[in-house]
């Protein structure tokens, strides 16, 4: 926590790095701000601002944005597919949360996006060495941003961390390391919050549900379902035994392609949408993270990924390798690509992939003031409604309050607001799968309004 953070930036540093961020207008409208901090040594955090397009986006709250994986990029997948002013194909969203709120994308774990290491020795494998990069991240973040801008970042703009699938652990872990620098004086941020969407943080609670989840909707059999099950007892086993590094990974391979088997290739992000099974077996994990931006389910039968490549083949790959990293003044360097290190990232944190952080969400509910907001897509197969609400279940011994929200104008019920307590609530989502913001941006939007803090006073 206490390492020095240096900023690696394309013309010098000091001076003329804050007036080169000052000066450049950025990717699509707005104000922006980005930059490289070097974390550890040879160990690269890329991070960009969008700022609220408001008159005065300081007084706006600021929304740190981790995507899931792990190995997934919040620059690329978050900005421009679920979130961001900007879709892939650049239109202006309609929808876009940085309408409201100053959003902060951040390619986490190194290796994701335009993150990078200069070693692969260096990528992190664990959740404590993610969340120390982070903590060692936003310390210069807001020492930077506040000699930008002049205004007091740290001290008095109210801090949330919105995150997706794996980066819901992060943020759970992250959260924790804050709040305990915080209350040892190390840094001044003014955390209100999280929001983890579709969360990772019972794998073993989430894919025990697989098997009933499936059966109910149709998609197996019941000797689909026994084998499945089969194959879901293998792996929550070697999570508990951890018997050698690696072997739970296996099982969790075996899992997958025994689903994509039973089901013929259900879409596990949203199982209403077309099934893979056209998919060719050259098709390779590396490629799911492009399309559906994440890294943790693939539908290739032929095993590990091969060599990462430098060429672009898919559309948001083409975009951030060529017109973003262009504009941001980022291509003509000795970094590697926008992507071009996310399996290693995955492979990397292989180990740490299945192990749950609910006992961090139990310490944020007992020894901080934080309010914690988990939301579902009932059409997500990987982070499903029942696995999500077998690890809250055994976080409260009641039953929460229950009642619908609605839209306006429309008055459409978009899901289920459930109330375990003053500062944590689950909202089941409709008409959404694995990326909530994508699927159903009303219904976010809606969450998003009703509890994050309004103007800094």
Known sequence: MGRAVKWIVWITVGSAFLASVVANNGFGPGKQHWGYSEVRPRAYIF???HQAQTQRPETRPLIIWLQGGPGASSSGYGNFEEIGPLDRTLKPRENSWVKDYNVLFVDSPVGSGFSYVEDRSLLARNTTTVVSDLVAFLKHFYHTMSAITMADWEGSVPLYIASESYGGRIAVEFAYALAHAVQGGTIRCKLRGLFLGSAWLSPVDSIAAWPQYLAGLGFVDEGG??????????????????ERPGLSMEGWHRLQQTIVQETGGINCYNVLKPSRKEI?????????????????????????SPPESHTSSNPLERLMRGPVSHTLGIAATKRPPWGTQRTAVFDALGDDFLQSSVGTVQRLL????????????????IASLPGTRGWMDRLFAHSPAREPFTTEPSG???GYRSRYSDRFTH????RAGHMVPADNPSAMLHILHRHVVGPVA
């Open 427 to 430: 909202y089941t989502v409709l």
């Open 280 to 304: 060719q077996p050259q098709d390779v994990e590396s490629d799911e993270v492009l399309v559906n931006g994440e890294t943790l389910w693939w539908y290739s039968d032929t095993g590990p």
């Open 366 to 381: 007992n020894e901080t003031d934080l309010e914690l907001v988990v939301y579902s897509g009932q059409l997500d197969l």
């Open 47 to 49: 991070w960009w601002l």
């Open 412 to 414: 459409i019920i978009e």
């Open 225 to 242: 379902r026994a084998r499945i099950e089969r194959k879901v007892a293998a792996v929550r086993d070697t999570v508990r035994q951890s």
